[in-house]
């Protein structure tokens, strides 16, 4: 193992970033794995997972029977009394387990796209992934055609299915992300007409439970939808750390990734696929939780001071929102549970506008 000190190359543009807070970047060799390590990317990373965790203690500590923090530690680790151990560890850390890992999963995802993109403004509920998992789930509800597989596979199929959707109406010779992005919000628009169109047929009962899912909800949540997250997370997650640096080299552009020897739709494939992969699972476990793959990968950048959402910060930057809007959905009105996609909306909103401004800034040269 090497270790240089030496910076990458760096552009007319990235020398006028105020850089001097952001740490020198150092190369780390390990064989046959060689690339640049951040100083400030690892610290926030290490910042945001402790947050994480106490953020998690906190909401599993609070709703009609509190529990101090220590106690939940400890209930955490096994030990306390019997009727502790069994609020938290069989009541509210499933809930709370959901949350974190949906969060990650969204924030990961939404990471892969607009890095692979070019385009801040691409995420899941942009392009028509969550939409095709609602409409699937709508109409598994409303028509009854669940076919035996739960709402879970439902929601995991329509992903799949709207992805597949948007990538072969975008392929001509390849894909660019600019037609992945137009297809997909045309494909989304569809899908939502799909769904309004379901909810009008369905019954009363069929379209609350519909709507219930429909907005992102943790309420009920189980070791039954925890499980197959996290072993779903365990594969795609390294999968997204792993082709993040590929993906680096489509931001100089398709025709220069080109000339640096990469499959540019190789790698646009495997990003597409590790994406659906991570919204699909996520989606079927909480449902279509808003903003989120949106708003977390921006806030993550921002935090690192990088030139694209990091990975691995954006999916802990998810896993907190989700965590905090928890807590907030639970106690903003005593007595009654708001689904978390409610609160991530109202979170969401004012980073959109952001994200619109900044983007129309960047465009008129402001």
Known sequence: MTVSTDSPPSTAHSAARPVANVGRPFRLTVPPVSGFLRPRQLVV???????????????VSVGAFGIPLTDVARALTGSGDPGTLLVVQELRLPRAMVGLLAGVAFGMSGALFQTMTRNPLASPDMIG???GAGTAVVAGIVLGWDFGLGTQALGLLGALASALLVYGLAWRRGTTGYRIVLVGIGVSWV???????LLARGGRFQAQAALGWLVGNLNGRDWQQAVPLAAALAVLAPTA????RLMRTLLLGDDVAKGLGTRVQTVRLVVLLTGVGLVAFAT?????????????????????RTAWPPPLAAGLTGALVVLVSDVVARELIPGTELPVGIVTGVLGAPVLLWLLIRVNRAGSGG
């Open 45 to 59: 990373c290490a910042a945001l997972a402790v947050t994480v965790f106490l953020t998690l203690c906190w909401d």
């Open 129 to 131: 992934l969550t939409q």
């Open 191 to 197: 899908c939502l007409s799909a769904t309004d169109f």
């Open 241 to 244: 750390l792993l082709v993040g």
């Open 284 to 304: 079927a476990a909480a449902g279509p939780v808003a903003f989120v793959a949106l708003a977390a990968p921006q806030i993550a950048q921002w935090l690192c």
